[in-house]
């Protein structure tokens, strides 16, 4: 008896090969072979010569990957803080306003509305928004003109100033729907009677959303800033294809300098250095994000 | 939600007015946010002339499909079209069996070190793309699997195969130990317990699984870049990309490639609502 009991854990090892043997060979082999490539200086073609540490040290004194970095904190802004912001309080009002007074269907309507740009692979949303602000015919300028602004139609991708402004408004546009659509589903939870408590003490309605409703579906909140932060860490397509980094290097990211060392100016070994520095970020990351969750779970549960 | 309404009686206004005013300003915010989707679908249509006379912001004067006819021809997007198909049917089906195998021996099984386990597919999963991307391509090219779909294929089954087992480890733990412990004391073997009795209770969460497997695959575009360079094994973000802004390619001619791009996901949109709904608002699921 006590034989069958314990059996019921074992002999559950053998279903694990197939998925050990793949993530050898597509993971971590490719990881580790990156790692040892970024101590060496390799174009890709002859054998690659072992220089030690001195692709990190051009890294640390290397502007144009700084640049990129801050780029890509700057982005956070459109991409994780605005989001997460907007997407509270729409969420709030969809799920608390439009739902009481205009029904659930409608509520879903809106939802599901907000939400249409996230279904979009990121090189399409590149197409879309290149079209939309081309200089010459795109729709932007054209109402620009139309409405006698037409000092202020400009190459909105082209010129430096506000190239990497109209990659962030893209990318809020695109961003909003998925929190929006995690918070409504949050806020079930929420109990209608705290609420109504709060409302007889005398709690404003900036009161409730911020001591109730938040507090309350802070464990969403955490997910959607780690998804979206390391979304943003990771973005690419959207910048593939609106302007290849450019003008300069105004919109550039870390994930399309280690793509261009690669595959245009053939510096393997530093493009290798490149990505691994944001690999340990996103980890990093994610570690202090586990930790978090886990001390909120304890938190509660005592 | 009785009690709902009631707290709210205080903030809600005596007439409709109000109501109708804040639903108006919210249809306006809607309807900018889906202004580029419309404003590609109006201009996919045009033809070029009366693009040039009346500006992108008119309605169209009747259906012409040349543009989006002249652009299927010019990129081969059969060919495009297919490849995302074949790849993201593929990866999605080997994704989701290779995650229920992982998932069975970690979420049922209690293999030594199984939360570290979990943590690093997670990790796998978040790993940026060209921290693997030189030696993939090196690999693939090593292996005559250069610009053949197959190695797509292979790749993202592993890295969705990698979320498919921290979710699906994390379901499975909370299944009946009662349940499987009858089967097993009947002499059941662990590869029937999963065929016969995990595998179809679980069938609701493979599915969510499924489709954003598919989904996820068909939208990616930094591996497929970079292993698939030519016109025959592209993707349909790829070859869309690639063609963008090419020369000689006019203005209805690069709406007609937005919608060409956008037309497919608003079609699995539809056919998965459900499905994506519950993924998402179960797992946060991105």
């Given at each position: 008896m006590k034989h069958k009991t314990s059996s019921?854990?074992?002999?559950?090892?053998?279903?694990?090969i197939p998925g050990i043997i793949a993530f050898l060979v597509i993971i971590i082999i490719p990881f580790l072979v990156n790692l040892g490539i970024s101590f060496t200086k390799w174009s890709g073609v002859r054998a690659p010569v072992w220089i030690g540490l001195s692709n990190y040290q051009r890294l640390i004194g290397d502007s144009v990957f700084w640049l990129s970095f801050r780029n890509n904190l700057i982005l956070l802004i459109a991409m994780t803080v605005i989001p997460v912001i907007v997407g509270l309080l729409l969420a709030t009002f969809l799920f608390d306003y439009i739902a009481n007074n205009f029904g659930q269907r409608v509520s879903s309507f809106f939802r599901a509305g907000f939400y249409l740009?996230?279904?979009?692979p990121s090189a399409v949303i590149g197409i879309v928004w290149a079209w939309i602000l081309?200089?010459?015919?795109?729709v932007v300028n054209y109402i620009l003109k139309a409405i006698g602004?037409?000092?202020?139609?400009?190459d909105w991708l082209g010129d430096p100033s506000t190239a990497l402004l109209a990659v962030m408004v893209v990318m809020v546009w695109f961003q909003i729907g998925y929190p929006v659509v995690i918070f409504m589903a949050a806020l079930q939870r929420v109990e209608p009677e705290l609420l109504e408590a709060a409302s007889i003490d005398g709690a404003s309605w900036f009161q409730k959303f911020y001591y109730i409703t938040i507090h309350l579906i802070r464990p969403e909140i955490l997910v959607v800033i780690l998804t979206t932060t390391i979304y943003t860490l990771k973005i690419f397509g959207q910048v593939y294809v609106l302007?290849?980094?450019?003008?300069?290097?105004?919109?550039?990211v870390p994930s399309y300098y280690a793509y261009k060392q690669f595959?245009?100016?053939?510096?393997v070994g530093y493009g290798s250095t490149v990505s691994l520095a944001m690999a340990v970020i996103i980890v990093l990351l994610t570690i202090l994000f586990i930790n978090i969750q886990s001390r909120q779970e304890n938190a509660e549960s005592v | 939600m009785a009690a709902h309404l009631m707290i709210d009686r205080k903030y809600r206004?005596?007439?409709?007015v109000v109501k109708w005013i804040t639903l108006i300003v919210l249809s306006v915010f809607l309807l900018l946010m889906l202004m580029p989707f419309i404003m590609v679908a109006m201009n996919s249509v045009k033809t070029e002339a009366e693009f040039a006379r009346y500006g992108p912001l008119s309605l169209p004067h009747g259906l012409n499909f040349t543009s989006l006819k002249d652009f299927w021809v010019r990129v081969n997007f059969t060919q495009p079209l297919k490849n995302s198909t074949i790849i993201s049917l593929s990866v999605a089906v080997l994704a989701v069996l290779l995650s229920l195998l992982n998932a069975f021996a970690l979420g049922l099984g209690k293999v030594r070190g199984r939360i570290w386990i979990l943590v690093f597919f997670l990790m796998a999963n978040f790993l940026p793309q060209e921290a693997l991307a030189y030696p993939l391509y090196y690999f693939a090219k090593f292996f005559h699997l250069?610009?053949?779909t197959l190695s797509v294929i292979l790749v993202f089954m592993v890295i969705q195969s990698a979320f498919g087992t921290y979710l699906l480890s994390s379901v499975f733990s909370t299944f009946p130990r009662e349940i499987i412990e009858a089967a097993l004391m009947d002499g059941c073997s662990k590869l029937k317990l999963l065929v016969y009795l995990v595998a179809p209770l679980s069938i609701p969460t493979l599915s969510v699984l499924f489709v954003f497997f598919f989904i996820w695959t068909w939208n990616e575009f930094f591996l497929p870049l970079i292993l698939l360079p030519s016109n025959a094994s592209q993707t349909v973000p790829l070859a869309l990309a690639i063609n963008?802004?090419?020369?000689?390619?006019n203005i209805t001619a690069q709406s007609a490639s937005g919608l060409l791009g956008i037309l497919p996901c608003i079609i699995f949109f539809l056919i998965f609502q459900r499905t994506l709904t519950r993924g998402i608002t179960a797992g946060g699921i991105k």
């Open positions: 019921i854990y074992k002999g559950y090892g053998v279903f694990l740009p996230q279904i979009l081309q200089p010459d015919w795109g602004l037409s000092s202020l139609a400009h302007t290849g980094g450019g003008p300069g290097n105004a919109t550039s595959f245009e100016t053939q510096q | 206004p005596k007439n409709g250069y610009d053949k963008q802004g090419q020369y000689g390619m």
